[in-house]
């Protein structure tokens, strides 16, 4: 157990997971400090299930789906087959009282116009490939930018007609001690500049121990890239947020990206002494004002660490922590790294579910491979081929402490 100090409570790492470390009189005058969990007693009832309902039109007159998924213990979580989107998650509290850790619309009218990418999946390739194109088995790829930075195309989440703007086919599934939706679509050849006819599916999974986890899949006629991921903006405050800034993280990385202008990879460096050091617990800001290149060229924090020990396995990226609210999440993945964003294009034009989304107000915990791999051979390929079958995990494992 690591103290960390300089906070208004003791905090620990215990067991890989922050916890809040209570410390009584008796402790204090015998010399003791322990680390006291308490634990959450929930009365779990057997009413779940999945259920559909309408949640609307888009502006070309397709109706759109809204999931809810109920788990035994009365968490619950909203999808749409819009963009296979996450609307809402609700997890209790360390009082098990439930609240929305997800920020963003109850509208289907401002995910299609205010903001595309609030909590959907991103693809054909997450995040950025430079100059909006590629060459995969000595054929050159030019994709449909949706940036430029000083003149030069960048594709950004798969271009301005990503994953995202679809609605895509849908199933109930349901196992033992989990519910979820199975979404798929086809990505036909030539879609944004991408070669091949990939199916994509992605599976939705919420557990009776509050753990999301989202399972992704492809499989192409011909040789294409592929990176797929969610974007969703988690505040553990619950319904109302408020500035995410101050929530603890830490980060299982030694190492992390430092971007080139374009927002794409350039350097790969240390995270010793600079403001994404995260092996230890910190507020998210706890050195947003110091002097570094990457800072500067992202404008705060939004950052992509290179998670130690990656083999490709399933495995702990991140915990975040809540200390008002007592609610955590760790983000385990099978994926190379870990990207956030604070949410610093929020501002009171987002009508939220529950009220104006303020700046900071929420962050992306986006498992992936490297953006811009497709250029950069060294790092892991994004490359998918026919006869393969692409897959990768997420879990988000939500607690209460």
């Not at 790969?268 to 060229?297: A, C, K, Q, S, W």
């Amino acid at each position: 157990m690591h103290i960390i100090e300089g906070l208004p409570t003791a905090f620990a790492v215990n067991g890989g997971r922050i916890t809040d470390t209570i410390i009584d009189d008796r402790m204090k005058t015998s010399g003791l400090i322990a680390a006291a969990v308490i634990p959450l007693l929930f009365s779990c009832s057997p009413k779940a299930g999945v259920t559909e309902s309408a949640f609307g039109k888009l502006s070309t007159g397709e109706p759109v789906k809204l999931f809810t998924i109920v788990n035994h213990c009365g968490a619950s979580m909203q999808l749409s087959d819009y963009g296979a989107r996450i609307v809402s998650i609700r997890v209790p509290d360390r009082d098990g009282k439930l609240g929305d850790i997800v920020v963003g619309f109850g509208d289907l009218e401002n995910f299609e116009h205010k903001d595309r990418f609030i909590g959907p999946v991103i693809g054909r390739y997450g995040n950025r490939i430079d100059h909006s194109s590629f060459n995969l088995d000595g054929v050159h790829y030019e994709l449909v930018a949706n940036e430029s930075f000083g003149g030069e195309p960048v594709q950004c989440h798969g271009g301005p007609r990503g994953f995202d703007r679809f609605v895509w086919e849908s199933e109930i599934v349901r196992e033992e001690d989990r519910a979820g939706v199975r979404f798929h679509r086809l990505s036909p050849d030539g879609e944004q500049g991408y070669p091949g006819n990939m199916d994509a599916w992605v599976t939705y999974w919420l557990t009776d121990d509050n753990t999301v986890k989202a399972e992704y899949e492809a499989v192409t006629d011909k040789p294409t890239v592929v990176n797929l991921s969610n974007h969703t903006y988690f505040n553990l405050k619950g319904d109302k947020g408020g500035y995410v800034m101050d929530h603890l993280l830490q980060v299982e990385a030694d190492t992390c990206v430092q971007n080139n202008t374009h927002f794409c990879p350039d350097k790969l460096l240390p995270v010793d002494g600079t403001p994404f050091d995260f092996r230890e617990p910190h507020r998210v800001d706890y050195r947003i004002d110091m002097e570094n290149e990457h800072l500067r060229i992202m404008h705060g924090m939004s950052a992509c660490w290179v998670l130690r020990g990656w083999d490709g396995t399933l495995r702990k990226a991140a915990d975040l922590y809540d200390r008002k609210s007592g609610r955590g999440v760790e983000t385990w993945t099978t994926e190379p790294t870990l990207l956030t964003f604070t949410g610093r294009s929020f501002n009171e034009s987002y009508q939220g579910k529950y009220g104006p989304i303020e700046k900071f107000g929420g962050m992306l915990l986006e498992t992936i491979h490297f953006p811009d791999s497709p250029n950069q051979p060294r790092f892991p390929s994004t490359v998918l081929r026919p006869g393969e079958r692409y897959y990768t995990t997420t879990e988000y494992r939500f607690y209460a402490k």
